[in-house]
DNA sequence: GCCGTTTTCGGCCCGACTGTTTTCAGTCG
């Protein structure tokens, strides 16, 4: 989904090259993309920005060096034409002809293609015929029954784009991930118990773990001759909000609140989850996707509807060149199929059980879903020893270092924290709250310098109890000290070496949001350099859905690390596992590892039901291609106490 | 616009669904 929000060309607030981010490059491509379809540009060129855009935003080396050494045009998908422009803003700080694609396409041509149902062919030719270029003007032109006259367009189009304005007004966009797995598991246990349902997975970007779930599909595996019967068992479900839709093997769903209430057999932290949201008395919804397939077809459709966009072209591409074709019903020789398509054309499949022989007639390994997304997966797995990670899984992580008391703006005592994190089988708990310049609202937060050592007797005390019991538990006493506008860390020197270890944060957003990129990278490898400094905490300070980080280069700052690892230093960096953040992104994950960085999983945790947040950070890990050896919090007790400052 | 055991043009992933048409274009995932 496009944002509507900023757009236009960046201005560029540095007075030498490099002019533009890789990031910002990035959001032009995709925006120059829309403009061009809405234009209506050849559809391979619009896809073509696309790509450049994708290739750009998973390139890692750092985007001026590769054009300054002439580097640029060896980037798959990008070539002359978008080279050239890319090069041209970077060093030139100027878009060539670009302004005049901007100018010529109103922008509220953009909000109107997020209209279910207006794509840009029918968009451009509203704008070309009545010259509507907002949602207002459409909905009047729907009101006066001029739509319907059209040609390409009827009555029947005309309703569906004013029931579509109301839509979009009411859509919420993506949920949580949370959020979204709450309502898929639920929906998906109450589909299993189907009589005549052999198996219900949920798949889609909820099965791959994205930290933002659109709309839920679920594959359900039956035999054909119960097809009709499911279909309307699952019509009758409770927590149904309306049926958008359905046919003979596919149901079209809105999910609300009530599929949660009467769900069964979740766990603790789910239904704590279920109850904070019917405790907000909200609103939220989410869309679904049910297919009814035949027990032999389920694996290709599991497979379908799982994999990324990106991974199944990448996949049915796999097949062509074995000569196969490969859709959601099948994967069987091309010389067979001839020109019958679909399910007919799938009458000649190979025949596979799961998933893993899907893979395996493609010469690949089975792909974990999480890792589905044409991240360099189909490669890995496409070697005679398979170069797949053996992803880390929940169970491996014996403690956490990033978590508040009551001693900042935690609601537990260092006592009760350390129970919940023994109850979870964890061998340590790292404290970690708020420093001293960090207020809220004009409210002090942070633990003042005076009453540090208050915290760190109250911890030693602790541990010793621990100690002379035998029991294999300690609080690691650090702290969660703001990085300032400058660089610097708060505390004095003094007060940072009391503590085992340092995660350091932006909380005062401000000032960084209105630097550019290059400045707070800078500002920030300054405060990664500090001795003092263990952790970088939420990186980026993104919310989910609420705001976006701040502007930084994260593989800048990941290689830094990673240098002064060489160095013999500990910099680590914080997947931050609260679901509204899940910052650091899974994209960089993968990289991070490859430098060297060792990743904490860190639950943020403000009571005790807050450190079992740690599950999300763990898929998101997974989504990261991270194994147990590169997570922090997989090392025992005794081990991070040899890696921390603990005296 | 990009790409190439088919090096400079002709491809570029697959299929369902919808609504408009009367064979298909556009949208969606």
């Known amino acids: 989904m496009v944002k509507v929000g900023g757009w236009s060309l960046p201005n560029s607030r540095r007075d030498e090259p490099p002019y533009f981010s890789k990031t910002q490059l990035v959001d032009v491509l995709e925006q120059v993309a829309v403009l061009l379809e809405l234009s209506g540009a050849n559809g391979f060129k619009v896809r073509a920005y696309q790509n450049a855009s994708r290739a750009l935003s998973s390139m890692e080396e750092d985007l001026f060096s590769i054009i ?62 009545l010259g509507i270029e907002s949602i207002e003007q459409l909905k009047t032109a729907c009101e006066l029954d001029h739509i319907s006259s059209l040609p390409g367009f009827g009555k029947k189009s005309q309703k569906k784009i004013f029931d579509g304005i109301d839509l979009l007004r009411r859509y919420q966009g993506r949920t949580r991930m949370d959020v979204g797995l709450l309502f ?48 309307q068992e699952i019509l009758g479900l409770p927590g149904i909000a309306e049926v958008k839709g359905y046919g003979d093997s596919k149901i079209s769903l809105i999910l609300e609140q009530e599929m949660l209430s009467s769900s069964i057999g979740t766990g603790a932290l789910d239904e704590r989850l279920a109850e904070t949201l019917m405790d907000r008395n909200s609103d939220a919804t989410i ?12 694996p290709f459709t599991l497979a379908y509807f799982t994999g990324s966009k990106e991974h199944n072209i ?67 797995a496409s070697t005679s020893k398979s170069l797949l990670p053996e992803l880390i899984i929940p169970e491996d992580i014996k403690g956490a270092f990033h978590n508040h008391t009551i001693y900042s703006d935690g609601s537990n005592t260092l006592e009760e924290m350390a129970q919940a994190a023994q109850s979870l089988g964890w061998q340590y708990l790292g404290i970690a709250d708020h420093s001293e310049t960090l207020n809220i609202g004009g409210r002090s937060i942070g633990i003042s310098s005076n009453l540090v050592p208050n915290q760190r007797s109250e911890i030693i005390k602790l541990n010793q109890i621990w100690s002379d019991e035998g029991v294999d538990f300690r609080l690691f006493h650090g702290s969660e000290c703001d990085i300032l506008a400058d660089g610097k860390l708060d505390y004095s020197d003094d007060i940072r070496n009391i503590f085992s270890h340092v995660v350091g944060s932006i909380h005062a957003l401000g000032s960084w949001r209105n630097r550019d990129e290059i400045e707070n990278t800078e500002m920030l490898i300054r405060a990664i350099e500090d001795p003092t400094f263990t952790i970088l905490g939420h990186p980026t300070g993104r919310i989910l859905q609420v705001r976006e980080g701040i502007p930084i280069d994260m593989h800048a700052i990941i290689r830094r690390m990673g240098e002064l690892n060489m160095e013999g230093n500990l910099k680590a960096i914080e997947i931050n596992a609260s679901p509204y953040r899940l910052d650091l992104d899974w994209r960089l994950c993968k990289f991070a590892k490859e430098q060297k960085v060792p990743i904490c999983i860190n639950p943020d945790a403000h009571d005790v039901n807050g450190l079992n947040d740690v599950w999300y950070g763990v898929q998101i890990a997974r989504k990261g291609w991270l194994e147990r050896s590169d997570i922090l919090n997989t090392k025992t007790g005794a081990e991070i106490e040899s890696l921390f400052n603990v005296r």
């Open 287 to 298: 869309d679904a996707q049910v297919r009814i397939v035949t027990p032999e077809t389920f």
């Open 68 to 129: 300054s050494e002439g580097r640029l045009l060896q980037v798959k998908g990008i070539g002359k034409g978008i080279g050239g422009l890319i090069t041209e803003s970077v060093l030139h700080g100027t878009w060539g002809d670009m302004q005049s694609l901007y100018d010529k396409v109103p922008t509220g041509l953009i909000e109107i293609v997020g209209i279910p149902g207006l794509g840009p062919k029918k968009v451009k030719a509203l704008y070309d015929s």
């Open 314 to 380: 990448r996949m049915r591409q796999e097949a062509i060149n074995r000569g196969l074709r490969l859709n959601e019903f099948g994967l069987f020789p091309e010389s067979l199929a001839g020109s019958s398509i679909g399910m007919e054309a799938a009458k000649h499949t190979l025949l596979c059980s799961d998933e893993s022989e899907i893979y395996k007639n493609l010469d690949m390994h089975w792909v974990p879903p999480e890792m589905r997304e044409d991240m360099g997966e189909i490669e890995a």
């Open 184 to 231: 898929g598991r639920s929906l998906e246990e109450k589909i299993s118990l189907i009589e005549g349902v052999e198996k219900a997975q949920l798949a889609g970007s909820a099965r791959r773990r994205r930290e933002t779930i659109g709309d839920l599909d679920i594959v359900v595996s039956s035999l054909a001759i119960n097809h009709q019967t499911v279909i």
